[in-house]
């Protein structure tokens, strides 16, 4: 291992300044010759010989500000744990792995779990300093305990009508103001009693309660859930095309014909390390796909156009699904463009579409089912079965 220190250093900072820091960052705070930091992060600093900036605003043009010193002994600040929605991530993307190093700080999630007693490695934690509170709704159900940092103070009373509005209004708040510093202060109340002193920085601990069930974790959530204009792949259906989607960690899903974008949504919300491309020619239906995947709390891509000339240039898929507008020429591009082991999974409802696939079929390979559902329905003064249309999936690998 070479002794030579790299050029960028990134040290996190607690809400207690140099008192908490290790000797390490201390140290590298005494040797560095530019700090860039927030002017929260600045105000914290012990005296120092470097040349300090405050990171501008937007935090996007600090990055190039930042790069411009590589030579230099070189701070970062950041806070807390840098890797954890923080910008650490951002900051070494483009950097060898020689050019950089991190000296953390305790996160906010360990001091927060610390405070309340929680066990951390069972508590989902969230980052919604910058993002929709719906991050939340998969995991809103009566008695699940949850961690998120919030923008600042008024976005806990935000926070607080939002799980109302949601049906989670017998929900716990704790507020974690400033955590590890002098200033550090945690607070228990209801929803309809949020204080209006809340300092930043602030998180909260979250114990779920209220009338609704909460979102289900299983494939083929109800259809009420989505937003549609009658274009949805309805609840089983939709079952059994994620268990033929089979997502595994780290894929990337290709949903031609999105929409409601049930299928999309349904894939993400299988696990944080998925990833989704949902292509759809109705305008009015790709707006509408993109407010579902918001409410839902997904980060869902959502591209307007026609299949398949709008497939060009789109990062490649690991699995894709065919939900509408089945063609020969989607079916050829498919197979003459995307790499080999791609899987496929089609959904056919139209006659043509059935030909289509069954052709494909016998010359491919995979495995083609026919699904055929009926419902009970009223029938004068009794029951009857009310068949909906078959649809063949034809499910293989390109």
């Given at each position: 291992m ?26 590298a ?117 949850l ?10 009373g ?23 510093g ?12 949020v ?11 979250l ?11 299983a ?6 859930l ?13 079952a ?23 299928i999309?949504?349904?894939w ?6 998925l ?45 894709v ?35 289509l ?12 089912m ?19 249309y ?9």
């Amino acid at each position: 291992m070479s002794d030579v220190l790299p050029w960028l250093t990134i040290v996190g900072l607690g809400e207690d300044g140099p008192d908490g820091l290790s000797p390490a960052s201390l140290r590298a705070l005494h040797e560095a010759e530019i700090i860039m930091g927030a002017a929260r992060h600045v105000a914290l600093l012990p005296d120092v010989s470097a040349q300090v900036i405050t990171w501008p605003v937007p935090f996007s043009d600090g990055v190039p500000v930042l790069m411009s010193h590589k030579g230099k002994r070189v701070v970062a600040l950041a806070s807390g744990d840098p890797f954890w929605h923080g910008a650490g991530s951002v900051l070494v993307k483009d950097l060898t792995a020689d050019e950089w190093r991190t000296l953390p700080a305790p996160g906010t999630m360990s001091l927060a779990a610390a405070a309340l007693g929680w066990p951390l490695e069972k508590t989902p934690t969230f980052g919604l300093h910058a993002a929709p509170f719906a991050r939340l709704s998969p995991h809103l159900h009566n008695g699940v305990l949850l961690l998120a940092t919030l923008r600042d103070g008024n976005a806990v009373g935000e926070l607080a009508d939002w799980l109302t509005q949601a049906g989670f209004a017998q929900s716990t708040l704790h507020i974690l103001e400033a955590l590890g510093g002098p200033r550090q202060r945690v607070r228990t109340c209801s929803l309809n009693a949020v204080p209006d002193d809340i300092q930043h920085p602030v998180c909260v601990g979250l114990e779920v309660g209220g009338t609704e069930l909460g979102m289900p974790l299983a494939s083929g959530r109800p259809d009420a859930l989505f937003e549609n204009d009658g274009q949805i792949t309805k609840r089983p259906v939709r079952a059994l095309t994620l268990s033929a989607l089979a997502p595994r960690a780290g894929e990337h899903l290709w949903d031609i014909g999105g929409g409601s974008g049930s299928i999309a949504i349904e894939w993400l919300l299988s696990g944080s390390q998925l990833s989704a491309t949902t292509i759809e020619i109705n305008e009015t239906r790709a707006m509408r796909i993109a407010e579902n995947a918001q409410n839902l709390g997904v980060d869902l891509t959502v591209v307007t156009g026609a299949a398949p000339a709008v497939l060009e240039g789109l990062p490649h898929p690991d699995v894709v699904f065919i939900g509408g507008g089945i063609s020969e020429e989607m079916l050829d591009w498919l197979w003459s463009n995307l790499g080999h082991g791609t899987r496929l999974v089609a959904n056919g409802v139209t006659l043509e579409a059935e030909i289509l696939l069954a052709q494909w079929h016998a010359a491919k390979g995979g495995g083609l089912m026919r699904i055929e559902l009926s419902e009970s329905k009223p029938l004068g003064r009794k029951r009857g079965w009310k068949a909906s249309y078959p649809i063949v999936q034809w499910s293989t690998k390109l």
